[in-house]
């Protein structure tokens, strides 16, 4: 069964500071990741994706499928970075399910 | 484009009692996914539907439903409500690119049972 799991319920950084948000998965296939963001107030989005190697926000994630995890990274927090984060991992093999970590919320103190 | 959109935003029922929600994806989405979630359990996959066929189901009991209709739009029911079921309900439509695949989220319909 494929499991993901953001050992942090909850990460306090002052501003300016580096920020790495973690994730483990257990999955038996070829992995496909996501993290999505929820900002206060607002429904849930994609924020970035292992496929496309992206940076979104200046947050970067690489996957590591030796250490089966997939962390969240940003040099620099920022006030507005404030937000639920969620891990996520793609059953394509039974069409899109999702299977959602716990989430972490960051908390960026000015 | 329109995101997705759910409706009723916000229900209030009693115990035993069924419920009806709607999704309507973003035009040319073709994927419908449900999912649940709730302080206790996090973020739970319900149900997914593609092209009026139901692709995938959740470990939820059988009083959780759903289906598609042709134009896409998606509704889930619920029946004999019991008060674990309070939660914010999210739908999610599928967009498959060069990219990979995202699935994009509605603002939620929060039910709670009293």
């Known amino acids: 069964a494929q499991r993901v799991t953001q050992p942090e319920k909850l990460l306090s950084v002052f501003k300016g500071a580096p920020v790495e948000l973690k994730c483990n998965y257990s999955?038996?296939?070829?992995?496909?990741l996501f993290w999505y963001v929820q900002y206060s107030r607002q429904r849930l989005q994609l924020l970035l994706r292992?496929?496309s190697r992206e940076s979104i926000k200046g947050f970067t994630a690489d996957l590591n499928k030796g250490e089966t995890s997939f962390h969240l990274k940003k040099p620099f927090a920022q006030e507005e970075d404030s937000a639920m984060y969620y891990c996520?991992?793609?059953?394509?093999?039974?069409?899109?399910?999702?299977?959602f970590g716990g989430g972490t919320r960051l908390m960026v103190k000015p | 484009k329109a995101g997705v959109t759910q409706t009723p935003r916000y229900l209030i029922k009693t115990r035993g009692q069924q419920v009806t929600l709607s999704c309507s994806p973003i035009?040319?989405?073709?994927?419908v996914s449900w999912y649940q979630q709730t302080p206790g359990q996090g973020l739970q996959f319900l149900f997914e539907?593609?092209?009026?066929?139901?692709?995938n189901k959740g470990n939820f009991p059988g009083r959780f439903s759903g289906r598609q209709f042709s134009n896409s739009r998606s509704e889930m029911n619920v029946s004999t409500l019991e008060l674990g079921d309070s939660a914010l309900y999210l739908c999610?439509?599928?967009?498959?690119?060069?990219?990979?695949?995202?699935?994009?989220f509605g603002p939620g319909t929060r039910l709670t049972v009293l």
């Open positions: 539907y593609f092209s009026e066929t139901q692709r």
């Open positions: 999610a439509s599928s967009l498959i690119s060069g990219s990979g695949i995202e699935q994009f």
């Open positions: 999955y038996s296939g070829s992995p496909e």
């Open positions: 292992h496929i």
């Open positions: 035009s040319g989405h073709r994927s």
């Open positions: 996520a991992l793609l059953n394509n093999n039974a069409g899109n399910m999702l299977t």
